[in-house]
């Protein structure tokens, strides 16, 4: 059980966790429930969340004891419940974050954006082992249902359910030519279904009496601005194998997938969707093990990515609930790297990687003139070009004291793409953005961490972290500004030209301690172990973002990262003989 928490400067946060486990014969359970309670430094900043989640096995025995790997059986039930509860205070402006961190988007707070979400899952699983000749087969289902009442730029409700099911099959064998295949199958099922409904935000509630803006329909008394049954039903399989002679290991395969979209609008029948989107995916890797603790490997793969149900459902129409124009993204990723142990004492692990990226989503905030709220809308991009080198290293010092360091370098560059800005006469025009980097993504960023161990029972782990200067628009204006429309009654909309800038660099400092107590034995309850820990963040205090709305067009991109932070709590342990 680990509980307790106290916070200075900026954030109060309360958070129990408790868990508790056991074996007998041929079952064994886990479960595990938490209660985290937060307030934010900053206004509309509130953050609570329960969760609890059960897990029970059953192995089949033979002689008291597990049956054998190649013929064993498995069966497992997993059921969890979680709650969330959380404010929303929205991104900031330049001026307000270096001034004022702890202030709210004003619509925000007129609208009192937040999520309200329950989530029940419940999966079986099972797996049965074939003999070695046969190999194993593995199965699972899951099923999920979710509430949520969302009150953004309109009060988001919906009812959803999901289903999930799969099918593994995995065999090794020997070939000729002192050849070692595992070939892999697998057959993945997915269906989300349900209602999802939109209203006018009225202070956070259902405006039940307000027309949707420019709504056509006149919805008025009691109907929704949007009222859609929505289906997305997904199929994927796929099959690869793993050829291993002496050092080398050559892996090939190809994923299959199929997505559906039936939107069924019971507002506007017209305005129904229902189209698909597939691809074939393949994979080569090749690795090779220098010598033992030594390998290098490459790849080439293509990849298929959807849009997720959220991304889709954020129109920029006034009268849909849904995003049309938004396709998947098609990407080809080619990596090469390294994994090395070096005298027992250092692991390394470097890789350098290129992608690119047909449609790539990205986000843009956008005004809409008689729209009082602000919409975060996706939108894809003509070509993208990844490139990036990820170093971590962990070293053993002595005995006593290891260290971590990581560095990333990413260059994320827009190579087709033309989009829309606003002028300072409040007009769309085109702009042509081939060769920026894609907003929101740092070149550089590097961590470090040292862990000490004095002591059995003492441990001090302090580390830092540090991030380059990051864009936050697709001109990558490092000072500027931006025209944001402000709606008048009556009058045509007012232009406000709000200043911005990249977010410049920051390193942060963190620091925490542990203390284990003297471990105690009961005749009954066994073990018992309790531990005390201290956590500090951001030590100097520093002013940073943490986040970013890229693109916005209110001139709101920021979110600032939190102030000193201090808390402290307690672990408590019993069981085992």
């Known amino acids: 059980m680990t509980g307790g928490g106290f916070g200075f400067d900026s954030v109060n946060l309360r958070k129990v966790d408790v868990s508790a486990g056991g074996a007998r014969g041929a079952f064994d359970a886990y479960l595990q429930a938490s209660g985290t309670r937060m307030v934010g430094m900053r206004v ?22 597990p049956a054998p790997a190649a013929t064993a059986t498995r069966v497992g039930l997993d059921v969890s419940y979680s709650d969330l509860d959380m404010q929303i205070p929205g991104s900031l402006t330049d001026a307000s974050w270096r001034n004022e961190p702890w202030a709210a ?75 070692t295949v595992r070939l892999n199958t697998g057959l993945d099922v997915d269906r989300w279904y349900g ?10 509630t259902q405006g039940r009496s307000t027309p949707c803006v420019n709504d056509r329909v006149r919805n008025i008394v009691s109907t ?24 080398a290991t050559l892996t090939a395969g190809a994923r299959y997938d199929r997505v559906t979209y039936d939107i069924e609008d019971r507002i506007r029948p017209s305005q129904s969707v229902n189209q698909s989107f597939d691809q074939v995916s393949p994979r080569v890797a090749v690795r090779y093990d220098v010598k033992p603790g030594v390998s290098v490997y490459s790849s080439v793969a293509r990849g298929f990515e959807v849009p997720t149900n959220s991304e889709l459902t954020a129109s920029p129409d006034t009268l849909s609930g849904l995003n049309t124009a938004l396709r998947p993204s098609s990407l080809m990723n080619y990596e090469a790297g390294a994994k090395a142990l070096l005298k027992s004492r250092v692991l390394l692990d470097v890789a350098v990687y290129r992608t690119n990226v047909t449609g790539e989503f990205l986000s843009r905030t956008v005004v809409i003139p008689g ?18 080198l990820e170093v ?40 042509n953005y081939a060769g920026k980097l894609i907003p929101g993504v740092p070149q550089q960023r590097g961590a470090v961490e040292m ?66 107590l003297p471990e105690t034995r009961g005749a009954r309850t066994g073990a018992s172990r309790a531990s005390l820990f201290v956590n500090i963040e951001n030590i100097l205090d520093r002013r940073y973002v943490a986040a970013m709305a890229t693109n916005s067009g209110n001139g709101r991109f920021y979110f600032p990262g939190a102030g000193r932070v201090v808390n402290a709590g307690l672990t408590l342990s019993t069981g085992g003989r």
């Not at 899952?121 to 969302?150: K, N, P, V």
């Open 44 to 65: 509309q900043n509130k953050n609570d969340m329960n969760r609890a989640n059960l897990r029970l096995n059953w192995t089949r025995q033979e002689n008291a004891a």
């Open 105 to 179: 988007d004003p619509l925000n707070v007129t609208g009192a954006y937040a999520r309200r979400e329950q989530r029940w899952r419940f999966g079986l699983r099972a797996s049965q082992g074939l003999g070695t000749r046969f190999g194993t087969i593995e199965a699972f289902s899951f099923g999920t249902a979710r509430t949520i009442d969302h009150p953004i730029f309109r009060v988001v409700d919906q009812n959803t359910h999901r289903v999930q099911s799969g099918l593994r099959h995995a065999v090794s064998f020997d070939a000729p030519g002192a050849l």
């Open 195 to 204: 209602d999802s409904r939109q209203w006018t935000n009225v202070a956070g």
């Open 224 to 247: 929704a601005c949007v009222n859609q049954f929505v289906t997305l039903p997904g199929l994927g399989t796929y099959t690869s194998a793993d050829i291993t002679r002496g050092k």
């Open 371 to 388: 729209v009082q709220f602000p919409r975060t809308i996706f939108e894809n991009v003509g070509r993208t070009r990844r490139t990036g």
């Open 392 to 431: 971590s290293a962990t070293t053993l010092v002595a005995p006593w004291v290891d260290v971590v360091t990581s560095y990333t370098y990413a260059r994320y560059v827009m190579t087709q793409f033309t989009g829309t800005e606003i002028n300072a006469q409040g007009q769309s025009v085109a702009a």
């Open 451 to 516: 862990r000490f161990r004095p002591t059995n029972t003492l441990g001090v782990t302090v580390w830092g972290e540090a991030q380059g200067r990051t864009f936050v628009d697709n001109a990558n204006t490092t000072t500027g500004t931006v025209f944001t429309q402000v709606t008048r009654t009556g009058q045509a909309p007012l232009i406000v030209p709000v200043a911005f800038g990249a977010v410049p660099g920051y390193a942060l400092a963190h620091a925490s301690i542990a203390y284990t």
